[in-house]
Nanobody, 117 residues
Framework: QVQLLESGGGLVQAGGSLRLSCAAS????????MGWYRQAPGEQRESVAS???????NYADSVKGRFTMSRDNTKNTMYLQMNSLKPEDTAIYYC???????????WGKGTLVTVSS
């Protein structure tokens, strides 16, 4: 079992910054891909960013150049630095841990990010 706990959400004005954290506990293995997803009201959940154990990252086109994902394997924690926030970034942000090709797939409960115009 894996437990994921997000923190760092809140209300920010457009152009501002927030840093989200996701603390993982339980059975965290190497090769686990960590990811951030978000779901806006009335929309489907979408991938925002992901990072491998080795630190390789991928970003959605909508956040490239504005968001930066990182992880500290010694603390089993990952981060999402969000800069130049836009109102369309408003969503619940979820942390995910998965092992591709297996049923190992865990989600946090989410943290709300609201960007005002």
């Amino acid at each position: 079992q894996v437990q994921l706990l997000e923190s760092g959400g809140g209300l920010v004005q457009a152009g501002g910054s927030l840093r989200l954290s996701c603390a993982a506990s339980g059975s965290i293995f190497s090769r686990v891909v960590m990811g951030w997803y978000r779901q806006a009201p009335g929309e489907q959940r979408e991938s925002v960013a992901s990072i491998t154990w080795g630190g390789s990252t991928n970003y959605a086109d909508s956040v490239k150049g504005r968001f930066t994902m990182s992880r500290d394997n010694t603390k089993n924690t990952m981060y999402l630095q969000m800069n130049s926030l836009k109102p369309e970034d408003t969503a619940i942000y979820y942390c995910n841990a998965r092992l591709p090709g297996t049923t190992y797939n865990y989600w946090g409960k989410g943290t709300l990010v609201t960007v005002s115009s």
